[in-house]
């Protein structure tokens, strides 16, 4: 890589939308912008129950080992694209993990997927989406989920 080359910030959840988010990047780079991919993944730290109950040290191993099962497909995207990437996993509170970790990358811009999560879910929960856009000192893109029809016809 050189100098001139960015660092795109992609949130990896596991979930579809997550894919779209990664899938974007890489159309960017695709598209012409020098840049490679920084695949994010912040698991949130075990319930005091579970620590009550478990070996912390066990549950933070299952942890970052789920972690990297789910960048797994999004490393496999990248890979078949033949777009540069490098995966990072935390844990701790996703949208502060995910702005400190595009911060240590030096990135660009941090694209993530929207929840299509309920106005009450959204109340009563809060999106990580959301709270990235609100507190970000950089460029945030936000993928929408796809919907079922458009997915099958990009697929074909």
């Known amino acids: 890589m050189d100098e001139n080359t960015q660092t795109l910030a992609i949130a990896v959840d596991g979930s579809d939308t997550a894919l779209q988010a990664v899938r974007q990047g890489i159309a960017l780079v695709q598209g012409g912008l020098n840049a490679q991919l920084a695949l994010l993944h912040v ?8 620590l009550a109950t478990n070996d912390s040290d066990l549950i933070a191993g299952a942890a970052l080992e789920a972690g990297k099962d789910l960048l797994a497909s999004a490393e496999a995207l990248a890979q078949a ?15 502060t993990e995910l702005l400190d970790l595009a911060e240590s990358f030096n990135a660009s ?9 309920g106005a009450l879910q959204r109340a009563l929960m809060g999106s990580v989406s959301q ?8 460029p945030v893109l ?11 016809s990009a697929d074909q």
């Open 43 to 50: 698991q949130e730290p075990a319930t005091f129950l579970e």
């Open 131 to 138: 709270a990235v856009l609100n507190r970000a000192n950089l």
């Open 81 to 95: 694209a033949g777009v540069p990437f490098t995966s990072e996993i935390a844990l701790g509170e996703p949208a």
């Open 109 to 117: 811009m941090l694209i993530i997927g929207a929840r299509g999560v």
């Open 142 to 152: 936000i993928v929408k989920p796809v919907e079922k029809e458009e997915a099958q």
